[in-house]
């Protein structure tokens, strides 16, 4: 069976730290992947998705950029982070060329303060 | 803006009573949904989902309905348990430039379950 994997679970940066955030999937090969923020109370925002290993594909401007370095990894990144990249963040994984049901991990909490 | 979006944020029931979640989509040409459940602190987990090619779907006690004259989804949940309590999201398949697409969430509905 498919899994996916989020790390870590809960983070706390100051304003202006780097962000890595690691997500993987088992159990499938060449997966769609994607990466949402949640806000407190709202709907998932996307903010990146992956076809293939290099090829990022982003939803909207931000602090923030992903890469693919492998097939079943998918990483968030900030070089600088600031109080507004606050939030719950998703990872989640789809089958290749399939864009229907979306499969989420358990996500990462992050406070930036 | 969004495509997709919820009537009521917030819904309340009594154990045991059918709950019934709502969802507009404006996007015509959108052929799939889906409903997500997501509990407090976790990513979401699938419910069900529909194509545009049909008006209801079932599950375990879950129904999906599809009204395309109105652009209209509902997720009816019967003999609600304290268990479905959560926020519930409905999602439109778009397209995202070339042939990708992308699922657009709506809002989400809180959804209480009273004992």
């Known amino acids: 069976s498919q899994t996916i994997h989020q790390w870590p679970a809960t983070l706390v940066q100051p304003v202006g730290s780097p962000l890595s955030l690691e997500c993987t999937v088992e159990?499938?090969?060449?997966?769609?992947l994607y990466w949402y923020r949640q806000a407190a109370g709202r709907g998932l925002q996307l903010l990146f998705y992956?076809?293939?290993?290099?090829?990022i594909s982003s939803e909207v401007p931000q602090n923030l950029s992903a890469s693919r370095p492998q097939d079943r990894q998918f990483i968030l990144s900030s070089k600088k982070l600031l109080l507004s990249d606050s939030g719950f963040y998703l990872c989640?994984?789809?089958?290749?060329?399939?864009?229907?049901?979306?499969?989420f991990g358990p996500g990462t909490r992050l406070t930036v303060l | 803006g969004e495509n997709v979006g919820l009537h009521l944020p917030t819904l309340s029931v009594q154990e045991g009573d059918n709950s019934i979640i709502n969802c507009a989509y404006s996007?015509?040409?959108?052929?799939?949904f889906i409903w997500y459940k997501q509990e407090s602190g976790k990513g979401p987990q699938f419910i069900i989902d529909?194509?545009?090619?049909?008006d209801k779907r079932q599950g375990q006690r879950v129904t999906v309905l599809l009204n395309k004259t109105v652009k209209h989804l509902s997720l009816q949940i019967a003999a609600t348990q304290p268990g479905d309590s959560a926020v519930y999201f409905c999602?439109?398949?778009?397209?995202?430039?070339?042939?990708?697409?992308?699922?657009?969430f709506g809002k989400g509905t809180l959804l209480t379950v009273n004992p």
């Open positions: 992956s076809v293939g290993i290099g090829q």
């Open positions: 529909i194509r545009s090619n049909m």
């Open positions: 999602a439109e398949k778009m397209r995202s430039g070339g042939s990708n697409y992308k699922l657009t």
């Open positions: 996007n015509s040409a959108s052929d799939y």
């Open positions: 159990g499938t090969s060449n997966p769609n």
């Open positions: 989640a994984w789809s089958v290749r060329d399939s864009y229907n049901e979306q499969f």
